[in-house]
């Protein structure tokens, strides 16, 4: 008996087992697949009308076609970047077989279960470092969080243009990413919770169709076939469907979480916020004139702040290998002489790519001088002179994991007295706020904020300056830290009040920061600007540096010219 592929439907229990991707592809001139008992957990599969994914194109890279970014299952590949006790999602013990056993839990820490990987396939990477099930374990958990009958929307970022038809590079929406892995635009994903068990939900993604002659000009799609068999969606559409098929969808629900952008001025494309925007915006569907309103809408950002805030183990390990190649290419920059700041950017942005990230995370500061007291300074236009300190904020990003790594240096190599002291006074807060950066010491960034305010007050008093807690700020005006992740500045909203707990990632980054004509400070040191950051995973009993790699000791420094 055969079944129009479309038609098939899973057991929801086993739907959101994640799929192989590495497995077969059905030939797109063949839409019926030949039908065969399915395994419990597992998704059914085709073994008819195949082809070797190999050989189609996409518009992202699969294990089979990008072999050098995306691996095929091999359980516990980023335990090397990883101590022992910092694992937030994934724990290895020994077992007297080859494969290793699980304890997996869900991203906020709850339902504990423990199983034996019998198909690797499910550990195929769909983006650098993040498998198939982890992305499944995400919805998951999302849908754990959702209440009964609810729905959660998301749409991907539209592309970004710098002038006219000159586009940017593509940047996926954070949310959307972390629960699909899916990089492309005009696209959008539907969680719909249809009971109460945390695996009773569908999803649903919205995507634009293959289009051999738009994809001549601009570039590989992945489809809407691949939205299904690589990236897990239980029902999978033409983004042209949504006008007429998410109304239906909407109507059984209780609630939507959703994170609706506010219609722009010039947003006359169709991209997938717009879509949505006009959807909710609008209160009829028919000429009839039946009145259609929706469900109450509520702000999806507060649950997915919390599922992304906490690490797994794999995104460690994204992260960890962004802040070791980043780290590697600011100690080399360290060791050369500089006559210019843009040389330095682009040696910077050369490093990253080469030594394995996919780029620059953000646009980094690259400041000589005086210029350091320009928290985000990004010119980088001007000359570099012996005698001064530069500043450099910068980090790469591997697999949409972000590193912010600072660091402050002589032009020269050879730190001045003057340097000496007040880069060994912030280096002496840096290590101690960071030091509190674990799960035992029941801290917050707030609270860490406030020892290091004090801590600077104390060391800038002994080297002579006239401060005090109420008016450090003059000379210390950011914040300690922020949260990192997929984004530099992450899970916006979540508050810097609440504890650090295992698999929190945050910056640390104490600055002071002279200014050149205020006569209150000492001669010496004015003009000079300096900050240290490094990016920290939080573990229960001490820190783990993910930038450990990037030298900030003065002899150090020193020793590499």
């Given at each position: 008996m055969k079944f129009p592929w479309s038609s098939f439907r899973c057991n929801p229990l086993a739907s959101h087992a994640a799929q192989p991707s590495k497995a077969l592809w059905r030939a797109k001139h063949n839409n019926i697949c030949t039908s065969h008992r399915q395994e419990p957990g597992h998704r059914w599969h085709s073994s008819a009308a195949a082809v070797s994914a190999a050989d189609l194109r996409f518009g992202q890279p699969v294990h089979e076609t990008h072999p050098h970014i995306l691996q095929a299952g091999e359980p516990g590949h980023y335990e090397s970047f990883l101590p022992g006790s910092c694992s937030p999602v994934y724990k290895l013990w020994e077992t007297a077989s080859w494969r290793p056993k699980f304890e997996r839990w869900l991203p906020d820490g709850t339902e504990t279960r423990k199983e034996e990987k019998a198909d690797t396939s499910i550990n195929d990477t769909v983006t650098p470092g993040i498998t198939a099930q982890e992305y499944a374990d995400r919805r998951t958990a999302l849908a754990k969080a959702m209440t009964q009958g609810s729905i959660a929307i998301l749409h991907a970022a539209p592309v970004q243009y710098k002038s006219g038809a000159v586009f940017h590079p593509y940047r996926q929406e954070s949310n959307f990413f972390y629960l699909t892995g899916w990089d492309e635009d005009d696209a959008v994903a539907v969680l719909e919770k249809t009971g109460t068990s945390e695996l009773d939900y569908r999803f649903h993604m919205f995507v634009r169709r293959k289009d051999a002659r738009d994809e001549q000009w601009n570039g590989y799609r992945n489809g809407v076939d691949a939205a299904r068999d690589i990236f897990n969606a239980d029902e999978a559409y033409s983004i042209d469907g949504l006008d007429s098929l998410l109304p239906e969808v909407l109507k059984s629900a209780r609630l939507i979480y959703a994170d609706v952008p506010q219609q722009q001025h010039n947003d006359s494309a169709l991209h997938a916020g717009s879509r949505i925007w006009r959807l909710f915006s609008t209160t009829t569907t028919s000429s009839s004139g039946r009145d259609s309103s929706y469900p109450p809408q509520t702000p999806l950002y507060p649950i997915m702040n919390k599922l992304r805030v906490v690490k797994s183990a794999a995104e460690v390990a994204n992260m960890r290998k962004a802040g070791q190649q980043s780290g590697r290419a600011i100690t080399e920059a360290m060791r050369r002489p500089w006559q210019r700041e843009k040389d330095l950017h682009a040696f910077l942005d050369y490093e990253f790519i080469v030594n394995g990230c996919s780029g620059p995370a953000y646009i980094p500061v690259i400041a000589g001088g005086d210029r350091a007291n320009c928290i985000h300074y990004t010119v980088n236009n001007s000359t570099l002179h012996e005698g001064q300190f530069v500043l450099v904020d910068a980090g790469g990003e591997y697999g949409t994991y972000i590193t912010d790594i600072s660091r402050t240096w002589p032009v020269s190599g050879k730190f001045s007295a003057p340097q000496r002291d007040l880069y060994e006074a912030v280096l002496k807060v840096q290590r101690s706020s960071i030091s509190l950066c674990?799960?035992?010491?029941?801290?917050?960034?707030?609270?860490?904020?406030?020892?290091?305010?004090r801590g600077l007050v104390t060391q800038l008093k002994s080297l002579g300056f006239d401060v005090s807690i109420s008016n450090v700020d003059e000379l210390f005006p950011h914040h300690v830290g922020h949260y990192i992740g997929l984004d530099v500045h992450d899970c916006p909203g979540y508050s810097r009040r609440e504890k650090l707990r295992r698999g929190h990632c945050?910056?640390?980054?104490?600055?002071?920061?002279?200014?050149?004509?205020?006569?209150?400070?000492?001669?010496?040191?004015?003009?000079l600007g300096i900050r240290i950051e490094d990016s920290i995973c939080v573990d229960d009993d001490s820190p783990f540096i993910l930038s450990t790699e990037a030298v900030k000791e003065v002899d150090d420094i020193e020793a590499l010219r």
């Open positions: 674990r799960a035992t010491a029941n801290m917050s960034l707030e609270d860490i904020h406030g020892i290091t305010a945050v910056t640390i980054e104490p600055g002071i920061y002279v200014p050149t004509d205020d006569e209150r400070w000492p001669k010496h040191f004015r003009g």
